[in-house]
């Protein structure tokens, strides 16, 4: 696992890679130039053949939820979907609902239900600073 941050890629980089698959580059060339999600790319690149560079916008965040989960498990099973083809229809990362498919194969419905939230734990981060005057911290003659 790469321990380099990621970088955000907003509306005006998004549309330079449209510009340059127009051009005829690949998309494992974005993703090896520019630091890009192949998988998440090819979604974009979806999006913006059928809408535009309105498709290139972000999207509000959606709430996820067992029952979304298992919406879109079940129709990539009924309707025989390809991961980008759910992506586009309910605006998941196509490696997150490769996740979902995952764990679902290996711990069944059981397995989508106890997915617990990530939160920092509480001895990552810096420490606090002590919030005591500076009278409190000096200390106290002794007698």
């Given amino acids: 696992m790469s321990k380099t941050k990621r970088k955000k890629h907003d509306y005006a980089d998004l549309l330079k890679y449209m510009r340059l698959l127009d051009e005829g580059r ?3 060339f974005i993703q090896e130039k520019y ?3 192949a998988a998440q790319l090819k979604v974009i690149w979806v999006k913006y053949k059928e809408v535009g560079s309105v ?3 972000k ?5 996820i939820d067992f029952a979304l989960k298992r919406k879109i498990i079940l129709d990539i099973a009924e309707n025989h979907l390809t991961l980008h083809a759910a992506a586009l229809k309910y605006g998941v990362h196509p490696i997150t609902i490769s996740r979902w498919s995952d764990m679902y194969r290996k711990g ?3 397995a989508l239900l106890n997915v617990r939230e990530r939160s920092m734990l ?3 981060g810096r420490p606090k600073k002590n919030s005591g005057s500076a009278a409190e911290l000096q200390p106290s003659p002794s007698a």
Avoid: E, P, Q, V
């Fill in 55 to 57: 498709g290139l916008k």
């Fill in 59 to 63: 999207n509000a965040k959606i709430k």
């Fill in 26 to 28: 690949t998309f494992s």
């Fill in 35 to 37: 630091g890009i999600c």
């Fill in 122 to 124: 509480s001895d990552m």
């Fill in 108 to 110: 069944g419905w059981r």
